[in-house]
Protein backbone atom coordinates (compact mmCIF):
# COMPACT_ATOMS: atom_id res chain seq x y z
CA UNK A 1 0.00 0.00 0.00
CA UNK A 2 1.11 3.14 -0.44
CA UNK A 3 1.61 6.16 2.29
CA UNK A 4 2.92 9.74 2.67
CA UNK A 5 3.90 10.99 5.91
CA UNK A 6 4.37 14.68 6.81
CA UNK A 7 4.92 14.50 10.25
CA UNK A 8 5.04 18.13 11.31
CA UNK A 9 1.59 19.41 11.28
CA UNK A 10 1.85 23.10 11.92
CA UNK A 11 4.64 24.99 11.46
CA UNK A 12 5.55 28.52 12.22
CA UNK A 13 8.24 30.74 11.48
CA UNK A 14 9.69 34.46 11.20
CA UNK A 15 10.22 35.98 7.93
CA UNK A 16 13.62 35.49 5.99
CA UNK A 17 14.25 32.26 8.29
CA UNK A 18 14.52 28.75 6.23
CA UNK A 19 11.90 26.41 6.97
CA UNK A 20 11.95 22.47 6.08
CA UNK A 21 9.46 20.67 5.45
CA UNK A 22 9.24 16.70 5.81
CA UNK A 23 8.19 14.28 3.63
CA UNK A 24 8.54 10.40 4.49
CA UNK A 25 7.09 7.72 2.03
CA UNK A 26 5.92 3.78 1.29
CA UNK A 27 5.92 2.29 -1.57
CA UNK A 28 6.61 -1.31 -3.13
CA UNK A 29 6.74 0.41 -6.62
CA UNK A 30 10.45 0.51 -7.81
CA UNK A 31 9.11 3.13 -10.50
CA UNK A 32 7.31 5.82 -8.57
CA UNK A 33 6.96 9.65 -9.04
CA UNK A 34 7.07 12.21 -5.81
CA UNK A 35 5.40 15.60 -6.04
CA UNK A 36 4.72 18.58 -3.73
CA UNK A 37 1.97 20.72 -3.82
CA UNK A 38 1.26 23.88 -2.61
CA UNK A 39 -2.58 25.06 -1.36
CA UNK A 40 -2.86 29.04 -0.39
CA UNK A 41 -5.70 30.12 1.66
CA UNK A 42 -7.47 30.70 -1.37
CA UNK A 43 -8.02 27.12 -1.66
CA UNK A 44 -6.31 26.27 -5.17
CA UNK A 45 -3.90 23.19 -5.51
CA UNK A 46 -0.60 24.48 -6.98
CA UNK A 47 2.18 22.19 -8.60
CA UNK A 48 5.41 22.68 -7.59
CA UNK A 49 7.35 19.57 -8.74
CA UNK A 50 7.51 16.13 -9.52
CA UNK A 51 10.44 14.19 -9.08
CA UNK A 52 10.80 10.34 -10.56
CA UNK A 53 12.51 7.55 -8.43
CA UNK A 54 15.05 7.24 -10.39
CA UNK A 55 16.47 10.90 -10.32
CA UNK A 56 17.88 11.58 -6.62
CA UNK A 57 19.33 14.50 -7.56
CA UNK A 58 18.35 17.61 -5.44
CA UNK A 59 16.77 20.80 -7.47
CA UNK A 60 16.74 24.30 -6.67
CA UNK A 61 14.02 26.59 -8.66
CA UNK A 62 14.77 30.20 -6.32
CA UNK A 63 14.25 29.90 -2.74
CA UNK A 64 12.50 26.23 -3.28
CA UNK A 65 14.98 23.13 -3.06
CA UNK A 66 14.04 19.61 -2.78
CA UNK A 67 16.04 16.78 -1.34
CA UNK A 68 15.32 13.65 -2.56
CA UNK A 69 16.86 10.54 -0.52
CA UNK A 70 16.23 6.92 -1.55
CA UNK A 71 17.70 5.65 0.97
CA UNK A 72 15.81 6.84 3.82
CA UNK A 73 12.48 7.34 1.53
CA UNK A 74 11.99 11.14 2.25
CA UNK A 75 11.80 14.07 0.10
CA UNK A 76 12.16 16.92 2.01
CA UNK A 77 11.60 20.46 0.53
CA UNK A 78 13.03 23.85 2.30
CA UNK A 79 12.20 27.08 1.55
CA UNK A 80 14.85 29.90 1.67
CA UNK A 81 14.53 33.04 3.46
CA UNK A 82 10.86 32.43 4.00
CA UNK A 83 8.30 35.15 2.99
CA UNK A 84 4.52 35.92 4.34
CA UNK A 85 3.05 34.89 0.71
CA UNK A 86 5.07 31.49 1.70
CA UNK A 87 2.03 30.55 3.96
CA UNK A 88 0.05 28.06 2.88
CA UNK A 89 -0.66 23.92 3.12
CA UNK A 90 1.73 22.50 1.39
CA UNK A 91 1.20 18.51 0.46
CA UNK A 92 3.71 15.98 -0.18
CA UNK A 93 2.29 12.94 -2.58
CA UNK A 94 3.10 9.75 -4.20
CA UNK A 95 2.91 8.80 -7.59
CA UNK A 96 2.02 4.98 -8.52
CA UNK A 97 2.43 4.51 -12.20
CA UNK A 98 -1.21 3.65 -13.84
CA UNK A 99 0.24 0.59 -16.48
CA UNK A 100 -0.60 1.38 -20.42
CA UNK A 101 -1.27 4.71 -19.23
CA UNK A 102 1.96 6.98 -18.31
CA UNK A 103 -0.13 9.04 -15.37
CA UNK A 104 0.17 7.91 -12.21
CA UNK A 105 -1.90 8.01 -9.33
CA UNK A 106 -1.47 10.77 -6.60
CA UNK A 107 -1.47 9.45 -2.72
CA UNK A 108 -1.44 12.51 -0.79
CA UNK A 109 0.06 13.15 2.52
CA UNK A 110 -1.84 15.04 5.45
CA UNK A 111 -0.19 18.38 4.49
CA UNK A 112 1.69 20.58 6.55
CA UNK A 113 0.48 24.15 7.38
CA UNK A 114 3.00 26.84 7.14
CA UNK A 115 2.95 29.97 8.64
CA UNK A 116 5.29 32.77 8.01
CA UNK A 117 4.98 35.42 10.45
CA UNK A 118 6.23 38.90 9.28
CA UNK B 1 -5.23 29.15 -21.31
CA UNK B 2 -7.68 28.98 -19.30
CA UNK B 3 -7.09 26.34 -16.62
CA UNK B 4 -9.17 23.40 -15.16
CA UNK B 5 -12.76 25.01 -14.56
CA UNK B 6 -14.48 23.77 -12.42
CA UNK B 7 -18.33 25.07 -11.15
CA UNK B 8 -19.91 25.94 -9.37
CA UNK B 9 -17.51 26.99 -6.58
CA UNK B 10 -19.94 26.68 -3.50
CA UNK B 11 -22.93 24.61 -3.20
CA UNK B 12 -24.97 24.49 -0.31
CA UNK B 13 -27.71 22.01 -0.70
CA UNK B 14 -30.38 19.79 1.28
CA UNK B 15 -29.70 16.49 2.63
CA UNK B 16 -31.59 14.18 -0.10
CA UNK B 17 -30.89 16.28 -3.35
CA UNK B 18 -29.32 15.48 -6.07
CA UNK B 19 -25.45 17.62 -6.46
CA UNK B 20 -23.80 18.06 -9.93
CA UNK B 21 -20.55 19.03 -9.75
CA UNK B 22 -19.24 20.18 -13.56
CA UNK B 23 -15.13 20.40 -14.82
CA UNK B 24 -13.60 21.56 -17.85
CA UNK B 25 -10.12 20.23 -18.67
CA UNK B 26 -7.41 21.86 -19.92
CA UNK B 27 -7.45 21.79 -24.26
CA UNK B 28 -5.17 19.04 -24.97
CA UNK B 29 -5.09 16.87 -21.92
CA UNK B 30 -6.65 13.63 -22.07
CA UNK B 31 -6.49 12.24 -18.40
CA UNK B 32 -8.97 13.68 -15.80
CA UNK B 33 -9.11 13.11 -12.09
CA UNK B 34 -11.92 14.11 -9.24
CA UNK B 35 -10.42 14.52 -5.82
CA UNK B 36 -12.35 14.53 -2.27
CA UNK B 37 -11.01 16.82 0.71
CA UNK B 38 -12.01 16.57 4.09
CA UNK B 39 -10.42 16.92 7.14
CA UNK B 40 -10.75 13.81 8.47
CA UNK B 41 -9.59 11.82 5.09
CA UNK B 42 -6.98 14.15 3.68
CA UNK B 43 -7.13 14.02 -0.27
CA UNK B 44 -8.52 11.43 -1.91
CA UNK B 45 -9.31 9.97 -5.61
CA UNK B 46 -12.57 9.37 -6.17
CA UNK B 47 -12.04 8.47 -10.17
CA UNK B 48 -9.94 8.88 -13.01
CA UNK B 49 -10.73 9.19 -16.54
CA UNK B 50 -8.43 8.14 -19.55
CA UNK B 51 -10.04 9.35 -23.26
CA UNK B 52 -13.01 9.68 -21.78
CA UNK B 53 -13.22 6.25 -20.57
CA UNK B 54 -13.27 5.81 -16.75
CA UNK B 55 -9.83 3.65 -16.19
CA UNK B 56 -10.30 3.10 -11.74
CA UNK B 57 -13.35 4.17 -9.69
CA UNK B 58 -12.45 2.21 -6.88
CA UNK B 59 -12.06 5.41 -4.70
CA UNK B 60 -15.95 6.00 -5.24
CA UNK B 61 -17.48 5.88 -1.59
CA UNK B 62 -20.68 4.15 -2.89
CA UNK B 63 -23.34 4.05 -5.02
CA UNK B 64 -24.62 7.43 -4.74
CA UNK B 65 -21.57 9.18 -6.23
CA UNK B 66 -21.23 9.20 -10.19
CA UNK B 67 -19.47 10.50 -12.63
CA UNK B 68 -18.92 10.81 -16.44
CA UNK B 69 -17.16 12.09 -19.47
CA UNK B 70 -19.29 12.34 -22.15
CA UNK B 71 -15.99 13.67 -24.19
CA UNK B 72 -13.01 15.48 -23.69
CA UNK B 73 -13.94 18.67 -22.64
CA UNK B 74 -16.51 18.07 -19.93
CA UNK B 75 -17.00 15.88 -16.57
CA UNK B 76 -19.22 15.68 -14.50
CA UNK B 77 -19.82 14.17 -10.43
CA UNK B 78 -23.09 13.69 -9.48
CA UNK B 79 -24.39 13.03 -5.93
CA UNK B 80 -27.47 11.39 -5.71
CA UNK B 81 -29.17 11.46 -2.78
CA UNK B 82 -27.02 13.89 -0.91
CA UNK B 83 -25.60 13.61 2.49
CA UNK B 84 -24.10 15.90 5.31
CA UNK B 85 -21.18 13.44 5.19
CA UNK B 86 -20.09 14.29 1.48
CA UNK B 87 -20.02 17.78 2.54
CA UNK B 88 -16.05 18.64 1.45
CA UNK B 89 -14.23 20.21 -1.12
CA UNK B 90 -14.58 18.58 -4.75
CA UNK B 91 -11.38 19.22 -6.95
CA UNK B 92 -11.54 18.41 -10.81
CA UNK B 93 -7.82 18.13 -12.06
CA UNK B 94 -6.30 17.20 -15.49
CA UNK B 95 -3.02 16.46 -17.42
CA UNK B 96 -1.63 14.83 -20.45
CA UNK B 97 0.06 11.38 -20.75
CA UNK B 98 3.62 11.45 -20.35
CA UNK B 99 3.08 15.20 -19.01
CA UNK B 100 4.28 15.93 -15.51
CA UNK B 101 2.13 17.08 -12.94
CA UNK B 102 -1.70 17.60 -12.64
CA UNK B 103 -3.19 20.59 -12.92
CA UNK B 104 -5.94 20.85 -10.36
CA UNK B 105 -9.09 23.54 -10.84
CA UNK B 106 -9.97 25.66 -7.98
CA UNK B 107 -12.47 23.18 -6.52
CA UNK B 108 -16.35 23.01 -5.24
CA UNK B 109 -16.79 23.55 -1.79
CA UNK B 110 -20.07 21.53 -1.45
CA UNK B 111 -22.03 22.09 2.36
CA UNK B 112 -24.99 19.36 2.86
CA UNK B 113 -27.21 20.63 5.25
Known amino acids: AQKVTQAQTEISVVEKEDVTLDCVYE???????LFWYKQPPSGELVFLIR??????QNEISGRYSWNFQKSTSSFNFTITASQVVDSAVYFC???????????????FGTGTRLTIIP | DAGVIQSPRHEVTEMGQEVTLRCKPI?????LFWYRQTMMRGLELLIY????????DSGMPEDRFSAKMPNASFSTLKIQPSEPRDSAVYFC???????????FGSGTRLTVV
Open chain 2, 93 to 103: ASSFTENYGYT
Open chain 1, 27 to 33: TRDTTYY
Open chain 1, 51 to 56: RNSFDE
Open chain 1, 93 to 107: ALGSPISNFGNEKLT
Open chain 2, 27 to 31: SGHNS
Open chain 2, 49 to 56: FNNNVPID
